[in-house]
């Protein structure tokens, strides 16, 4: 037989899934691996993809999306972040925000160009940016995870095309301060760079309210924003992401999601339509309800002697395991085979997660408290 992509074969299986799948073959396992809220889709939301069943709207849309969900997309950008997108040529309704980064790379980047990614990052970065013919360059950030625009400006060469960033963040839940995004708005202006700013995340913010990449000054035409509706309107089965991002980065992308994904589901685009309009109430009960899950769990791993930054945003806290003397792999395994509780070790989101693990806060307190407990117990089973 012929040999099959080596560009393919030689990319890793997602370190995320592997403990997920693990986890998933045991009795008893409190998981804090996968990036998912517990909450169910709103009912209203849910309900509004019921009626479009019932209606029967399961056709294709146009495949830029249903025109007045991007609408409501873009008006609800310019109503939050002050960043105005025309919805008929800069929004595209995608299959999450997964398929959107995939297109997004694959419009930018022709062989051999570079891609800076600030570290620790998102498992799937690295190989989006592979599959499509890019070298991801990776850059550590301070040890409070803010980005370092200076090693970002020396990772920078002839070959570099973009710079990829998060915020907030996974897996650490970081939230850049405008200060640092206005500069690497100007980093970019400098070297004539596009910016790449994966924001689905944008609403779980709860120190410091959100800046919108796009919204800093000389950055509007050179970014490309990712978002969705996966994580602040519990929807992540639902598959919808949109981007939204200059018309002609929007037009290319547009061709490679007409020849592959056509469009996003028209039931999942209904029921996000719902989210955006009457769903304000629920995402701030939700935000809420993460913002005391975070504090109680920061607070209960720093007590059983895992040194965590409380995070911004997201729902992951992204503790130091440095005092075990453990790899953060053994870590997690180890902790897995013992006390039953899943995490994933930091290694798997670059060179500067080694040393820590990420833990999801997404599932009830109740859950929390006791892999807390598991976890202090692991702890002293190690010291003795």
């Known amino acids: 037989m012929k040999p099959l992509n080596p560009i393919v074969a030689a990319c890793p299986p997602s370190g995320i899934r ?6 998933a073959t045991m009795e008893g396992v409190i998981s804090l691996g996968v990036g998912e809220p517990d909450y169910v889709t ?15 709207y399961t056709t294709y849309t ?31 309704i995608t299959s999450g925000v997964s398929q959107g980064l995939d297109l997004v790379m694959r419009t930018l980047l022709d062989a051999g160009d570079e891609v800076i990614i600030p570290e620790p990052c998102y498992v799937a970065y690295g190989p989006c940016v592979t599959f499509a013919g890019g070298t991801p360059v990776y850059v ?11 090693e970002i400006e020396r990772a920078i060469t002839p070959r570099t095309k973009a710079i990829l960033v998060s915020s907030p963040s996974n897996p650490t839940g970081a939230i ?26 944008e609403r779980l913010s709860y120190d410091a309210p959100h800046t919108c990449l796009a919204s ?11 978002g969705g509706f996966s994580k602040a309107h519990a929807m992540t089965g639902w598959r919808v992401g949109y981007i939204c991002a200059p018309a002609p980065i929007l037009e290319l992308a547009g061709r490679i999601h007409q ?19 009457s769903g304000e109430s629920q995402v701030i009960e939700m935000v809420a309800d993460y913002d005391r899950r975070r504090r109680v769990f920061v607070k209960g791993l ?64 109740p859950l929390l408290d006791e892999a807390v407990k598991r976890m202090g117990r692991f702890i002293s089973a190690l010291a003795t």
Do not use: K
Request: glycine residues 6%; proline residues 6%.
């Open 18 to 23: 592997r403990f997920f799948d693990i986890a």
């Open 42 to 56: 709103p009912w209203h939301v849910r309900e509004a993809g019921i009626y479009a069943l019932e209606q029967g």
């Open 62 to 92: 146009s495949n830029a999306g249903l025109p007045q969900l991007r609408q409501a997309i873009v008006s609800d950008l310019s109503q939050r972040y002050a960043v105005s997108f025309d919805f008929a040529t800069e929004c595209l």
């Open 140 to 150: 550590p950030s301070s040890p409070t995870f803010e980005l370092l625009i200076d």
């Open 176 to 201: 850049q301060p405008a200060s640092l995004l206005a500069e690497l708005a100007e980093l970019a202006v400098r070297h004539d760079l596009y910016l790449v700013s994966d924001e689905i995340y």
């Open 216 to 226: 800093l000054p000389g950055a509007r035409d050179r970014t490309v924003v990712l």
């Open 259 to 277: 020849y592959t994904m056509l469009c996003a589901p028209h039931v999942s685009q209904a029921a996000a339509l719902e989210g955006l309009r």
């Open 302 to 365: 720093n007590e059983i002697g895992l040194t965590c930054h409380e995070p911004q945003g997201a729902f992951y806290a992204f503790p130091s395991i440095r005092s075990t003397g453990l790899s953060s792999e053994a870590f997690a395994e180890r902790l897995l085979e013992a006390e039953r509780v899943a995490v994933v070790p930091g290694s798997v989101f670059g060179p500067s997660g080694e040393g820590h693990i990420r833990c999801s806060y997404a599932t009830a307190l």
